[in-house]
């Protein structure tokens, strides 16, 4: 298969849609596509005066953003290598990411800005302010002069005005590296997954086949996913800038009424979440209207019945803004009470599953595909096996092959040799059975990882390794229970003996530690409560605690 320039993309959209909105700071800044090729152009002659080189590390650390997504395509279409980062990591999580990664130049948005310390990160040459990409810091002499006179330098390279024919973007291969996404930012957890052209195109070739029929060029869409993740990277912001698509950042933390109004103002024509999101938004603005006494009398008359679901089914659909033509869950199940009302009222919803090493599609269906409990048929461009004697029926572990797989994992090869195997096939860690017709079924997680409020990947290993080395912790496991994170402890009961403690000290120590450990973790990987437990965790022949045992589901 010949796989096109994924660069091409990017510069044909902005010349096909030259004059059209592109990114818009939600209560804030339009910018239009020429507006978005000035800027890339101008941060590119930074670099080239600075001395950044094709293959480089541009790492960007902020919130969602028309300026952050600018960045990354600048650093695409330049030839440097993105480093996206999750604004919501601690500094020293940054600064390791940063470090591991070999970035050469740091973005930061105003809330990461002023706790970065460049003595953390002393290879950075140069630190970026996304708002209006002033220099914060610069070790180099050239990048800095480049910054200074960049107006100068502009208005040299194009004295006549800066044109459609002055856009020529670099011209990529398919495994050459355009992308390193970490899935944590903890040293020994931390794991660079290398993003290579093809697994980019793969995604976007996908969308643009299956998506772009059901949806416009120039409509509207909300961006709610961290655009430092895969999921919200791959199918928001490329796949929208890409199809000419306008684009909508909230740039502050995606409360469930801000999103609700921004869906109201903007009215998207897809909607792209996690399930918390939509859960949220029926159960506070919807629910409310429907769960009444005459409303259950009316749905249990059959002549009725079909009138009135239709009109709760307009009422789910208000409360999305009305005008798309389907909502895609992915990260995590949707909540079964939520999907079987949904699925009743036969409202446009589907389920996708992906992974980040996969950047991120491995599954999807169109709405009217949908099966209630699965994730969808595997994407164009990627074969799906189950490692099962009998995969209808018996869950076996789900493994996939094609162009949406990583090349591996940035400077780790002993951890890219444990997930794809010599066949090429990506091991997911994930459970799951496929029935006849192709669709895909979760059954459980081989990999422990948790999913935060906004779709961020949380891994309780993380937080249990330091819940583990506090005073009287003898074993303990982080569960999530109704969207919040719990530790649950089996204390050093031989230790509390020795010391005389009751119930209470041990409960207020435990308390203390909550409160200690949580200053050193990210707001949506903080805990909301240390449990103690009466008995030691049950565990396997390995001495691995079943913590299938202990998470509520």
Sequence with gaps: MTIPSFNSYIEKSILDYWNQDALTDYKGATLQYHDVARIIEK?????????????????????????WAVAFFATLTYGAVAVPILHEFTPDQVHNIVNHSGAKILFVGDVVGPTILQTEIPNVEAIVYLPDFSLMFSRSEKIT???????????????????????????????????????SGTTGFSKGVMIPYRAIWGNLDFCLTHL????KPKTNHVCILPLAHMYGLSIELIYMFCYGMHNFFLTRLPSPSLIAEAFRETKPTLIVAVPLIIEKIIRKRVFPKIQNNLMRILL???GVNKKVKERICSEVYQAFGGNFFEIIVGGAALNQEIEQFLKDIDFPITVGYGATEC??????????????????????????KILSKDPANIAGEIVTRGINVMLGYYQNDQATREVIDNEGWYHTGDLGTMDETGHIYIRGRIKNMLLGPSGQNIYPEEIEDKLSSMMMVSECIVIQEENQLVGLVYPDMDEAKAMNFTQEDLENIMSQHCEE????????????????????????????????LYQKH
Excluded: W
């Excluded at 772009?212 to 949806?215: D, G, L, S, T, V």
């Excluded at 050193?520 to 390995?542: G, N, V, Y």
């Design 145 to 183: 002069y480049a910054r200074e006179h960049l107006n100068l330098l502009f208005g040299e390279k194009y004295p006549k005005f800066f044109r459609k024919e002055h856009v020529h973007y670099h011209v990529d291969s398919p495994d050459e590296l355009a992308i390193i996404n970490y899935t």
């Design 300 to 302: 249990a008359m059959p």
């Design 359 to 384: 950047a991120p599609l491995i599954s999807y269906s169109h709405c009217m595909d949908f099966i209630p409990k699965s994730c969808g048929t595997p994407v164009s461009h990627m074969e799906v």
């Design 43 to 67: 941060l590119h002659i930074v670099f080239e005066h600075g001395g950044v080189k094709k293959g480089d590390k541009i790492a960007i650390c902020g919130r969602n953003s028309s300026h």
């Design 212 to 215: 772009a029929n059901h949806i």
């Design 517 to 548: 450990l949580n200053k050193t973790l990210p707001a949506f990987s903080k805990l909301s409560s240390i449990r103690l437990m009466e008995q030691e965790f049950e565990k396997t022949p390995k001495r691995s605690i079943k913590r299938h």
